[in-house]
Structure formats: C-alpha cells, structure tokens
C-alpha cells in the first residue's frame, strides 16, 4: 500500500487520478481504519488529506453561510457556537456519531462518502439543503449532499474526484432544523431509522421545509412529499395541527422502502419512521420560534 501526504487538493487528485487499483482517501478513519483491519478493503493508495492547509477550518461564506472544511472532527463541529445555532439538527446528527473517541477524529465527509444508508450526520444536512464542492481531473463543481450517496457503500463521485468542503446555506430568520433516530441500544449503534427536518416560519405558517430519512432505503432520501404536508400548515397553540403531521407522516412511510435485519424489520421501521419524523417536526418547529429545547 502506498501512503500519500499531499499538501494540496490538486495533487490529492492527481495521485487520485493516476492511481490503477484500490484508493481510499483519509479523513478521520474511523471507518477505513476498521474496514482495512477487517480486510474489508485493501488499497493499494491511501491518500491522508487532513496535511492539505485550511482542512480544519470553518468559515462564514460571503452571503452568511457556513463552509466546513473536510477534517473538521465532530468535536469541533459540537464546540462551534455560530454551527451549533443555525442548525442544531446538523451538529446532534454528527454528535451520535460513535463515542467520544470516535467524535475526536469522524467527519462529516467521512460519513458522508462512506455511503451508508444509515450515516447519522447525512439526513441533517440534506434536509439543511448542504452542498460539496467536488475537485476533479475534470474541474471543479458543486454537489447536492443529496445527490452523493448512490447506494449502500457506494457514492456518486467519480474516478479520482474528491470533496474539498461542505457548505450549509444561509440560515435566515425564523428557522430551524432537528434530527432523532432510533437505535434498540442508548448509544454506539447503528440508526434503525434517522429523521431531519428542517422548516422556516412565515408568521405562524410553515413556508419552507425539506424532510430527508435515513436506514429505510438504499441511501438517505430527500422525501419532498413529506415536505409539502406541512408546508402552510397553520399553527395552533405551538403545535403542528394532528392533520399535517399525519399526512407528514404518511409521506414519510410511503417513501421508504426499508429491509427486515436483525435491528428491525421493515414493517417496525416504517412504523418508527412516521413517529420519528412528527417528533423532529415539533423540534425543529420549537426551534424556528425561538424555543431552546
Ligand atoms: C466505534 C464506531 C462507532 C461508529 N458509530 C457511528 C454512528 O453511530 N453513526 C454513524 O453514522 N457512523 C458511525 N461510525 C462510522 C464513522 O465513524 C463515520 O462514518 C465517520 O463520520 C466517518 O468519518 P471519517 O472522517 O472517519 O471517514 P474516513 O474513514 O476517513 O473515510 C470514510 C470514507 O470517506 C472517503 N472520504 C474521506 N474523505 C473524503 C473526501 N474529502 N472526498 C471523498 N471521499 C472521502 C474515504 O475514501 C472513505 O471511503 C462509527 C465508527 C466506529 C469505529
């Protein structure tokens, strides 16, 4: 195996590009290092990214969003005030990543191009409306977080492409964002089924929301029917009314197509499903009023 320090993304992708068999690159680890040691994958190049300057940074974009650079530990990302106020969902979806151990090193690239169904930190910032920015021997673009996964383990990035930073948009007022998921453990399990939502207020109406599930398909969905079942709902008494949280709900199930495994089966998570996803829209609405839950 060779064993790559480049100090720029450019020669990240060079050394991407010549490469003939197996690449990995290296965030955090915490999931290649154990796949290697499981003789899972065995690559002939493992190019380490966190020597490249500025990978461990987080900066305010020009219009008022977030950049995260690629080797931000989920540590980090819980210490960052400024994160931790735009979007709550974003960083408590990273926090349930493994243990304190593990929060020193994973990213949130890491769980993202790692491709499982079950990423803890995916759903938040899809429903958060995130985006990449891919480097490539073609160029550069920008990616939808969406659009990376393709499948279980697998991404939509190509041959020698890799991401140099995730950005969150501007948050903007009257806003707010929530994760749960449910594991039959309290802790350092896989997601059974992960929920986010993220919905903005106009006066007492929900006028944006984006809905995404995560560990009930094949890879993390953006679900715009479950969206759009509260989408001017109207509130009443800090509540969601019963009728667009259960249409919330039934759109959520609708979407997912979960398999039966030893955490569950397909009928228990279409059931957590249409739970989960009402309580993290009540979160996430508390959230948009201000609330500190
Ligand atoms: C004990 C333990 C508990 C865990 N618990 C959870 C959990 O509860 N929830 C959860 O979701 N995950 C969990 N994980 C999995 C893992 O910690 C996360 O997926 C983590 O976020 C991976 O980030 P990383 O930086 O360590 O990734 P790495 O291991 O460095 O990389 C992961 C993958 O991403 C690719 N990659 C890395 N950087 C880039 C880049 N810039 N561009 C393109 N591809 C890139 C690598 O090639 C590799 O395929 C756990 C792991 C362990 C060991």
Same mark, same amino acid.
């Given at each position: 195996? =060779?064993?790559?320090?480049?100090?720029?993304?450019?020669?990240?992708?060079?050394?991407?590009?010549? #490469?003939?068999? /197996?690449?990995?690159?290296?965030?955090?680890?915490?999931?290649?290092?154990? /796949?290697?040691?499981? %003789?899972?994958?065995?690559?002939?190049?493992?190019?380490?990214?966190?020597?490249?300057?500025?990978?461990?940074? @987080?900066? =305010?974009?020009?219009?008022?969003?977030?950049? @995260? +650079?690629?080797?931000?530990?989920?540590?980090?990302?819980?210490?960052?005030? &400024?994160? &931790?106020?735009?979007?709550? +969902?974003?960083?408590?979806?990273? /926090?349930?990543?493994?243990?304190? !151990?593990? !929060?020193?090193?994973?990213?949130?690239? &890491?769980?993202?191009?790692?491709?499982?169904?079950?990423?803890?930190?995916?759903?938040?910032?899809? #429903?958060?409306?995130?985006?990449?920015?891919? @480097?490539?021997? /073609?160029?550069? =673009?920008?990616?939808?977080?969406?659009? @990376?996964? %393709?499948?279980? &383990?697998?991404?939509?990035?190509?041959?020698?492409?890799?991401?140099?930073? *995730?950005?969150?948009?501007?948050?903007?007022?009257?806003?707010?964002?929530?994760?749960?998921?449910?594991?039959? =453990?309290?802790?350092?399990? *896989?997601?059974?089924?992960?929920?986010?939502?993220?919905?903005?207020?106009?006066?007492?109406?929900?006028?944006?929301?984006?809905?995404?599930?995560?560990?009930? #398909?094949?890879?993390?969905?953006?679900?715009?029917?479950?969206? !759009?079942?509260? *989408?001017?709902?109207?509130?009443?008494?800090?509540?969601?009314?019963?009728?667009?949280?259960?249409?919330?709900? #039934?759109?959520?199930?609708?979407?997912?197509?979960?398999?039966?495994?030893?955490?569950?089966?397909?009928?228990?998570?279409?059931?957590?499903?249409?739970?989960?996803?009402?309580?993290?829209?009540?979160?996430?609405?508390?959230?948009?009023?201000?609330?500190?839950?």
């Amino acid at each position: 195996m =060779r064993f790559h320090t480049p100090k720029t993304f450019e020669n990240a992708v060079a050394i991407a590009a010549a #490469a003939s068999g /197996q690449t990995r690159f290296l965030a955090g680890g915490t999931d290649v290092l154990v /796949q290697l040691r499981a %003789a899972m994958v065995l690559p002939d190049d493992l190019i380490d990214l966190k020597h490249i300057p500025g990978v461990k940074e @987080i900066t =305010r974009t020009s219009d008022g969003g977030w950049r @995260i +650079g690629i080797a931000v530990s989920g540590a980090e990302l819980g210490r960052h005030a &400024g994160i &931790g106020a735009d979007y709550p +969902g974003v960083v408590e979806g990273m /926090q349930l990543v493994g243990s304190t !151990q593990v !929060q020193g090193r994973a990213t949130l690239v &890491g769980n993202l191009c790692n491709g499982s169904p079950a990423a803890d930190s995916v759903p938040a910032m899809v #429903a958060a409306g995130a985006w990449v920015s891919v @480097i490539g021997p /073609q160029g550069v =673009r920008d990616v939808k977080v969406e659009d @990376i996964p %393709a499948g279980p &383990g697998r991404t939509t990035l190509k041959a020698g492409e890799l991401i140099t930073g *995730i950005t969150l948009p501007p948050r903007g007022a009257n806003a707010g964002d929530a994760y749960l998921r449910f594991i039959p =453990r309290t802790e350092m399990d *896989i997601a059974v089924v992960g929920v986010a939502v993220n919905l903005r207020l106009d006066g007492d109406r929900i006028s944006e929301a984006r809905v995404a599930l995560g560990a009930v #398909a094949p890879k993390i969905l953006l679900v715009p029917a479950a969206a !759009q079942a509260i *989408i001017g709902t109207m509130l009443d008494d800090a509540a969601l009314d019963d009728a667009a949280l259960d249409a919330l709900a #039934a759109a959520a199930i609708a979407a997912s197509t979960p398999i039966s495994d030893k955490r569950g089966t397909a009928e228990f998570r279409k059931d957590i499903v249409g739970v989960l996803v009402k309580r993290a829209a009540r979160i996430a609405l508390d959230r948009a009023k201000g609330a500190t839950k």
